[in-house]
């Protein structure tokens, strides 16, 4: 079973949003409307685990505490919204002495200060591997979260910053590309910019690779995507980087076809890199060929 | 460094709550009230990692995914909350095949679906042991959720149902003492006739053992108490299990010294163990000896 056919499987289990709840699984984060309240909340979780998500060897403690917070804030970005308070769950290995322990909450509230996000809470335990989970809470004005379902024929598609740079990272553990490993930066202000200022239709955030993220943004909006322009790659990045590779973080985004958004956003490049069409769900073109979603997979053997 | 120890030392840097988030750090619960919301809600995180809180050997699959769910339900009853939805953020090892998810998800949603929960969200990955982290999100009438901080001397202190049972059961592996290890039932129903009928002053849950989990009311609420009553035990349970023994997930709660609760709400017993005191901060004494908080703690070693 794949990720996709795991999550679908569970899906089918937990049924339809209902009530308060307006969006359930599948999304970059559920959507929850409080009774009477003008704003409308979204939740995520998100696990960093050692020897899965990320090598204790060469990742530094407060790189960890950093990731573990930047991966929850990135899908409150993908919608559109203000962060407002997280959780963490912290399973905690006997190696994780008080040193290790203080580097990560300083990556922790280094980046929570400077995302204005209070840790509300969590849970500890002990175990054998170093395990987070972090729970994003974020608000945006009532119905106007951005989702992924969002995208229509005709728009275009966007993505912020440049791509690649996290897998190239990965790769060679060194120079830019592998600080942009370490400590990728959520795009909290360019979340809300896209959101109120660009309209868009459509957003998430590109945590598995470019390849799979667009294909999963076309199943949830029923259409397929066009990538025909030359794509904004890290220094140093491969196509392949730049396409497959995870952990960049960065925005996807369809804007209608006469947006004319401006090149940079607060030092970040916003380029347009395609076109969503008609046609099967989630089929992707790159060049005129089918793009495979050989992003990550957790599940894919 | 104690569980305790380590949670003042983490509190200390996330600082107070201010602004929407109401309660952080160091109750069942945060607690968020959404501007122009009638309702706050309470969120609660709880990990369940194989080899640390079940044994994969002697836990069925259902128990397993049941406990992931009632660990975060407890919680939200001791508020006196209405459960509203959760998010499970699940690693899987190799070993959990698709028959084992098949009874985790079994177990998980006939809960779920009895409490009346929607499963919203969560994360899926791939680990070397099973762990699972729940999100809970419960509702109250602002300013009404049930805290630890509101216990004050001469107020009565009562527990629910039978203590010790689930302590018991690891111990023996077997009957309704193991039943009770494998399956214990979040007090939702409870929880809220506690907070709405009764007017309880304070509320948690037992999850750590009455010794150390009635020193974390009294600490929270800045006093003393004195257990000089009977204490409800689980058939076959001794002291050191009753006062000490995890897991039960019945409620420990604080009612005015006048107050006169029935003996069972829907079949579960509720039963007055002692008074609040004056007296030093988290000093609990216990047939006029002081009890040492010998409960659960993953950190002392």
């Keep these: 079973m794949s990720e996709a056919e795991l999550i679908a499987a569970i899906r089918r289990q937990a049924g339809a949003a209902a009530g308060a709840l307006a969006l359930g699984i599948g999304d970059d984060c559920a959507i929850y409307r409080p009774r009477g309240a003008r704003d409308e909340l979204l939740f995520t979780t998100d696990l960093l685990i050692e020897d899965v998500h ?6 530094p403690a407060a790189a960890v505490g950093h990731k573990a917070l930047a991966r929850g804030l990135s899908d409150i970005a993908a919608m559109g919204a203000q962060a407002q308070f997280c959780l963490l769950s912290l399973a905690l290995p006997e190696w994780a002495d008080a040193r290790w322990q ?13 995302a204005g ?13 170093l395990a ?9 004005p009532r119905g106007l979260a951005l989702r992924r379902d969002g995208a229509r024929p005709g728009e275009a598609i966007f ?20 600080r942009r490993h ?15 200022r660009l309209k868009a239709t459509a957003a998430m955030d590109l945590s598995d690779g470019l390849s799979i993220d667009l294909r999963r943004l076309c199943l949830a909006s029923g259409v397929a995507a066009r990538l025909d322009r030359p794509l904004p790659a ?9 396409l497959h590779g995870g952990e960049d973080y960065e925005l996807l985004f369809t804007l209608p076809a006469r947006a004319r958004p401006p090149a940079f956003h607060d030092g970040v490049a916003l380029t347009r890199i395609g076109a969503i069409e008609k046609g099967p769900a989630g089929q992707v073109e790159c060049f005129g060929r089918p793009l495979a979603a050989l992003g990550w997979d957790h599940f894919r053997r």
Tied chains: 1, 2.
């Design 54 to 59: 990320f090598r204790r060897a060469d990742h």
């Design 102 to 114: 203080r580097g990560f909450w300083r990556g922790f509230f280094a980046l929570a200060r400077r």
């Design 117 to 129: 996000v209070t840790l509300a809470g969590g849970d500890l335990a002990r175990a054998e591997k």
């Design 132 to 140: 987070c989970d972090i729970v994003g809470c974020g608000r945006a």
């Design 159 to 178: 993505v912020s910053g440049l791509l690649g740079g996290s897998a190239l990272g990965l790769e060679t553990g060194r120079g830019k590309a592998w």
């Design 182 to 196: 370490l400590k990728p930066e959520p795009r909290l202000a360019l979340g809300r910019f896209v959101r109120q």
């Design 234 to 242: 890290f220094p140093g990045a491969t196509l392949d980087h730049v």
